[in-house]
């Protein structure tokens, strides 16, 4: 009868296992690489259409071909812009100390930010609710040290409903 009024302290242990349970794997992100000819501050002129298998059952072909065609009609629009700009600045740049290279580092800049607003609306109005999270970054290249810009594919965990608070 004594231990009928005891309290016993719960073991944190198995509350910690039991949390670690709960929790989904997440898969890892998908990288889509620059497919095009040319490159300018390590971004592609344009990124590859085909869908990856790891994506199935979480989008529609459609839907990723057309993120993936916003994506490229911005780098269309800008990219030879910047390819000229180069090309004269570069022309220049022993008259000028470097400086002639500086338009160019701008309108770069200017291309990610579009493609960063293309994402971040694709994002918004799409993909969050599918569970996923698109982003330009840096990575380094497979065969040398140096960096490119990908799309990054990241999988949004799930928040467990079921899981008190």
């Given at each position: 009868m004594a231990d009928?009024?005891?309290?016993y302290e719960?073991?944190?242990?198995?509350?910690?296992?039991?949390?670690?349970?709960?929790?989904s794997v997440i898969p890892e992100p998908v990288v889509?690489?620059?497919?095009?000819?040319?490159?300018?501050?390590?971004?592609?002129?344009?990124?590859?259409?085909?869908?990856?298998?790891?994506?199935?059952?979480?989008?529609?072909?459609?839907?990723?071909?057309?993120?993936?065609f916003r994506i490229n009609s911005?780098?269309?629009?800008?990219?030879?812009?910047?390819?000229?700009?180069?090309?004269c600045g570069c022309?220049?740049?022993?008259?000028?100390?470097?400086c002639s290279l500086w338009p160019v580092v701008c309108l770069s800049k200017r291309t990610k930010h579009s493609i960063e607003k293309v994402l971040e609306w694709e994002n918004s109005h799409l993909y969050h609710k599918l569970g996923l999270h698109?982003?330009?970054?840096?990575q380094r290249c497979d065969s040398s040290s140096m960096m490119e810009y990908v799309l990054l594919i990241e999988f949004i965990?799930?928040?467990?409903?079921?899981?008190p608070d």
């Open positions: 009928f009024d005891a309290i719960e073991d944190e242990e198995e509350e910690r296992v039991l949390d670690d349970t709960l929790f889509i690489r620059g497919a095009g000819n040319m490159t300018v501050f390590g971004l592609s002129n344009r990124f590859e259409q085909e869908f990856p298998c790891s994506l199935s059952a979480k989008v529609a072909p459609e839907e990723f071909k057309a993120t993936i911005v780098l269309k629009k800008t990219l030879p812009v910047n390819v000229k700009w180069l090309f022309m220049c740049c022993c008259c000028t100390l470097g698109w982003r330009l970054t840096k965990p799930k928040i467990p409903i079921h899981r």
